[in-house]
């Protein structure tokens, strides 16, 4: 596709409930980015994938978080069992080598 | 291991004047420094980026950045505010052996006053 895209745009979920985010990165881009934004945490980092493959899962805040790459295209990121903290923006970014790393608008998760 | 600070979370300039958005890095490595805009609802746009050669970058929109290695400094810059300009500004750094994960600043919001 022409961009990153992410969906849903907005998500609201009850305290408790589990949400899977989706990531459609830029055809051809071989490497994944999940990052999250949150007011006073700033951006954080959460995982990077290269192909399907995740080197760099440091950033998963805790083990109610995981994601996943099929096909090295579409991501999901799923967080189980969700707690009010995790209200944020979860943004997704690929990138691929000369091509620079181009950012989606984000997924706003509200936890009630 | 890498990590960013920006010096002030609120700048506020008149429309005209000079924009100064100042960042310092701690890195391990030789860095990738980067300066992203973000305007209200929206996503993260590439300002200018820093890999190797020239230190003096210039980006998008007028603005510039020089690296300075002996002051761990990536100052953002624009000789002359626009209202336009107003948003949100992240630093952020990369270590060529990272895999291109990104480290960002706290983040400093510019406000442009006519």
Redesign the interface.
């Known amino acids: 596709g022409a961009g990153v895209s992410q969906s849903p745009s907005n998500k609201v979920t009850e305290k408790g409930k589990d949400v899977e985010l989706r990531c459609d990165p830029i055809s051809g881009h071989t ?1 994944l ?1 999940w ?1 999250r934004q949150s007011l006073g945490q ?4 959460l995982i ?1 994938f ?1 192909g399907n493959s995740a ?2 899962k440091s950033g998963l805040p805790s083990d109610r978080f995981s994601a996943e790459r099929t096909g090295g295209s579409v991501s999901t990121l799923t967080i189980q069992r969700t707690q009010q903290e995790d209200s944020a923006v979860y ?1 997704c ?1 690929s ?1 691929s080598p000369g091509y ?2 181009t ?4 997924t706003r998760l509200t936890v009630v | 291991a890498q990590s960013v600070t920006q010096l002030g979370s609120h700048v506020s300039v008149s429309e005209g004047a000079l924009v100064l958005l100042r960042c310092n890095y701690s890195s391990s490595v030789p860095p990738y420094l980067f300066w992203y805009v973000q305007y209200p609802n929206q996503g993260l746009q590439l300002l200018l980026k820093y890999t190797t050669g020239a230190t003096l970058v210039k980006g998008i929109n007028g603005f510039e950045a020089e690296f300075k290695k002996s002051e761990t400094s990536f100052h953002l810059t624009k000789p002359s505010a626009h209202m336009s300009d107003a948003a949100e500004y992240f630093c952020a750094v990369s270590a060529r052996n990272q895999g291109g994960k990104l480290i960002f600043g706290q983040g400093t919001e510019l406000s442009v006053k006519p």
């Open positions: 490497a980015y990052y700033g951006l954080e980092f990077y290269q080197p760099d943004l970014a990138s620079g790393y950012f989606g608008s984000g």
